[in-house]
């Protein structure tokens, strides 16, 4: 993560949820979370609470809120919010100081976080004052001191040395076991570069009470947008400013919730832009505006210097084609600058200039994107910042705003220029076309964008011309596994032969990981964990790989597979699976759906498998063929017998990557399938 801009929220108070989309043998890519998300966790264990003694210096407006009526929730609530108010007053010099109280109720032992009261700052946020209150589930009530609050940083990543000026002013509250009531008030100095606040009012948790206050110097302006909420009725307050309030505003929990989507992506806020007389590039609540603020970041970064010249002529000194120019340099932005994220103030959303990043060879994703941009300009190539969030649906196209987390590149295409080897292309409402590229990500190939980004939103850095855009979702057949197998099955149901994968995309990305960077063991480790999919006991031996770092083209795997007790013997017949590997694992539920299905990416998977089968038997009975098509995804498989060799053949596709909750009935027949079809045994029996 490297671009800070989900700002004041500090630790995420919405949690990841769970469910996979079929992807197969541990495949999954890990997105990038937020640092402070690391913070969080590390409280839980790090900070021990000193004693308290009872006082009576809790606030009238605490015991309020803590009195109050509490509907009734489901038994899994962790807990609820009581009072959540912020008041954001802005100064005529265009600082502005923010002013947060938040009770909150906990109804069960995992609502205890709740209890670790998190505020983030750093040298442009000072915060002013902070405390922290409790009510013990017996009544007693607890004040902390200063003495009792501690400063702590961000911890850098295991692979990538990461500093930011960002710290969280920390205090857990006594009295956290359900039943109890926790406090905090603070008042912070805002960001001075910002002329915009963002009111996240949903979380994991239900709010019964929300209030956000917005005061403005006169001759100052505002326009409020409105992400996955309706807009709400404001209030004048009279010349003491403009108030919104939010009642009963239900938890997002999507714990328990198969195939769902990023809670970031659900979860409502409002964003308020303002301006005023005198101060600097101001967001006005349109993405113009927006992508102006960034460009007037970005715009003296990327400035090529001699040496950035010199190595991008090197770089394609040899090259006359567009793609093959462009690939160069992406590829050794994407392979030799480091990920190092170093983020102070500002600097947080301002890339470091490119001739530092070349000669210091690291960088974050900004910095990233800004050589690249500086690397291509020399060769007269035009390229563009792209702000985008690794979490699909977070960015709104609905709601301008700078809430985002990442940094991406947009390489225009010349006018008239063709090649099939341009995938991620976009096009702007200026009618100019751009292969997106992420030279952060080491593993996804030039001309791909990995698939968290697909489908999602990003803000194109074009100075005037500045505008959201959709990233483009890949044609399957940029995503794929092609597994073939050979085999021989002995009476005693012993499995022997050949098993050959290729794997291209997002889809080999573990697997180049691995083998490129693991040990023996480790790699050894995670075949047998892929295997056990779909053998109790076995043996792999004579493992060998092809392009491990050749991200255009298909990974290979080949082993030599040996599986005990592979068919089942019920008195002279032999119960065989003809899908001897590659489990497809599509978690549904029999809950009704209200949101959307995250179908996580467009793939194609094929296996093709042949069974020689034991020499006195012969096939029986094989299972009916399968033949589904649901427009956002298709299976089919197919069974024949050729002499004493038992085929099968099976074509998995996924074409969508987000599906309306009402076809969930559509995803559970297809997983219902597919298992069926897994599952399914040929029969053979004694000529």
Known sequence: MSITARIARGCPEIHQGQGSWACPDGCANPVRRPLVAAVCAVLLFSLVPPAFAKTDSVPDWVREAASQHIPSYSADTNAVVLLDDTTYTVAPDGRAVEHRRRVVKILRPQGRDEAIIHVEFDKDTKILSMNVWSIGPDGHEYAMKDKDFADVGLPGSEDAFEFEDDKFRVARAPGADPGGVVAYEYEQR???????????????????????????????????????????????????????????????????????????????????????????????????????????????RVTATPEITAKAQELTAAKSDFYDKAEAIGKFVQKQV??????????????????DV????????????????????????????????????????????????????????????????????????????????????????????????QGGYGILIEGADSQIIQLPVLDPGFNTIHRTGTFHLD?????????????????????????????????????????????????????????VDSLNQDFTLSYSLSADRYAKAMGPLLM????????????????????????????????????????????????????????????????????????????????????PADRYADVQKLAGVIAADEESRAVLKKK
């Open 576 to 659: 065989v699976r003809p899908r001897v590997l590659g489990h497809l694992d599509i978690e549904t539920d029999h809950k009704a759906r209200t949101v959307p299905i995250n179908l996580g990416e467009t793939m194609q998977a094929t296996d093709d498998y042949s069974i020689e089968l034991p020499d006195g038997y012969s096939v029986d009975e094989i299972p009916d063929p399968v033949k589904l098509d649901l427009g956002f995804a298709t299976y089919q498989s197919d069974f024949q017998v050729n002499g004493n060799t038992l085929h099968y053949t099976r074509n998995y596709t996924i074409r969508q990557i987000t599906l």
């Open 338 to 355: 480091r990920y190092v994220a170093i983020e102070v103030g500002i600097g947080g959303y301002q890339p470091h200039a490119a001739g």
């Open 190 to 300: 805002s960001r001075p570069y910002l002329t915009e606040k963002t009111w996240f009012f949903q979380e994991d948790i239900p709010s019964l009470s929300q209030h956000f206050t917005l005061e403005l110097p006169p001759g100052y302006t505002y326009g409020t947008v409105w992400a996955h909420h309706p807009p709400a009725e404001v209030a004048n307050l009279e010349g003491r400013g403009w108030r919104w309030e939010m009642k009963d505003i239900p938890g997002i929990d999507l714990d328990r919730v198969p195939l769902s989507p990023s809670p970031e992506s659900l979860a409502a806020r409002m964003t308020v832009h303002y301006a005023g007389p005198g101060l600097p590039t101001a967001t006005d609540g349109t993405w113009k505006s927006v992508g102006q603020w960034y460009d007037s970041l970005f715009r003296d």
């Open 358 to 453: 070349f000669r210091n060879r690291y960088g974050d994703c900004k910095d990233k994107a800004a050589l690249v941009s500086a690397m291509l300009s020399t060769i007269g190539i035009h390229a563009a910042a792209v702000v985008v969030d690794s979490e699909r649906g977070v960015v709104n196209p609905d709601a301008p705003s700078i809430v985002s987390d990442h940094v991406i590149v947009a390489i225009e295409v010349p006018k008239g220029y063709s090649s099939p080897r341009l995938h991620s292309m976009v096009t702007s409402q200026t009618g100019r076309q751009y292969l997106v590229f992420d030279p952060t990500s080491e593993k996804t190939a030039f001309g791909q964008l990995e698939h968290e980004l």
């Open 491 to 547: 009476p005693d149901g012993v499995l022997k032969g050949t098993v050959t994968e290729k794997r291209f995309g997002d889809l080999s990305e573990a697997r180049r990981e691995i083998f490129a960077k693991g040990d023996a063991k480790q790699q050894t480790d995670f075949l047998d964990h892929v295997l056990q999919n779909d053998f109790t006991a076995f043996s792999a031996t004579n493992v060998k790989t092809e392009n």
